[in-house]
């Protein structure tokens, strides 16, 4: 896992988590890259982005009860 720079990731396309709620609470969105999965909170969208190995998201998405 590293960070990447904000800056960086303006460009690419975000996708807001299917459970984040419309309440505003504890949202997270993704962006695709060739060999990471960006996560950044939808709040702080200047805040700390994480790049996640793809082989790292696909074991947290299919972890039960995540």
């Known amino acids: 896992m590293k960070t990447v720079d904000a800056g960086a990731a303006q460009e690419l396309t975000w996708f807001k988590s299917s459970y984040s709620g419309a309440e505003g609470g504890e949202c997270l969105e993704v962006a695709s890259m060739p060999k990471h999965v960006l996560v950044r909170d939808s709040k702080l969208v ?4 994480v ?16």
């Open 46 to 49: 200047q805040g700390p982005i």
């Open 51 to 66: 790049a996640l190995g793809r082989e790292a998201w696909a074991a947290f998405v299919r972890r039960p009860g995540v």
